[in-house]
T-cell receptor, first 117, second 109 residues
């Protein structure tokens, strides 16, 4: 299996610009998670989906952040407008149905490193 | 209290020694527990999971869970330089997996 695929791997943008991060989960996985990692705050859960439906978005920091999952093989995380404090590594992870959130067994993509100048 | 707490380290051990990593958790994280390893610039990867009190061994790794004390640990026997990484403790609760800040481990050759 190809694993979780994220793009872009690196993004450098200027404050105020729109940023879109993309994720393709492992085929057959029913759960998809977006995490953000910084030195100060560690790995934070932003939102997760089950069968393409957003279940918990309480970790999304502000209205500037939005996430969608239009089908089982694709999800996006959008930041509009971006700010320097959004600079972080954004990870997408997926999990199969029989090893869902309660089991904590997540398969991570390689991450998208975002720098907002 | 943070949901999952770890000492950020760094923890330095000589090659061949036992590395002991510790983690405590709050009532909001009380179902299942995990240790992930993250090499610098890479993504986290699951190395151990533990669901009930006691010890669980897998090769050189042993996870220990004490629910009464809300304490989870990871022992790495015969530590190797390749074990040098950040180790993230994680727990689940409310259908979420919550991570600690991670402990940096250095194994000196």
């Amino acid at each position: 299996d190809a694993g979780v695929i994220q793009s872009p791997r690196h993004e450098v943008t200027e404050m105020g610009q729109e940023v879109t991060l993309r994720c393709k989960p492992i085929s057959g996985h029913d759960y998809l998670f977006w995490y953000r990692q910084t030195m100060m705050r560690g790995l934070e859960l932003l939102i997760y989906f089950n069968n393409n439906v957003p279940i918990d978005d309480s970790g999304m920091p502000e209205d500037r952040f939005s996430a969608k999952m239009p089908n089982a093989s694709f999800s996006t995380l959008k930041i509009q407008p971006s700010e320097p404090r959004d600079s972080a590594v954004y990870f997408c992870a997926s999990s199969p149905r029989d090893r869902g959130p309660n089991t904590g067994e997540l398969f991570f993509g390689e991450g998208s490193r975002l720098t907002v100048l | 209290q943070k949901e999952v707490e770890q000492n950020s380290g760094p923890l330095s051990v000589p090659e061949g020694a036992i590395a002991s990593l510790n983690c405590t958790y709050s009532d909001r994280v009380s179902q299942s527990f995990f240790w992930y390893r993250q090499y610098s610039g890479k993504s986290p990867e699951l190395i151990m999971s533990i669901y009930s009190n006691g010890d669980k061994e897998d090769g050189r790794f042993t996870a220990q869970l004490n629910k009464a004390s809300q304490y989870v640990s990871l022992l790495i026997r015969d530590s190797q330089p390749s074990d040098s990484a950040t180790y993230l403790c994680a727990g689940t609760g409310g259908f979420k997996t919550i991570f600690g800040a991670g402990t940096r481990l250095f194994v000196k050759a």
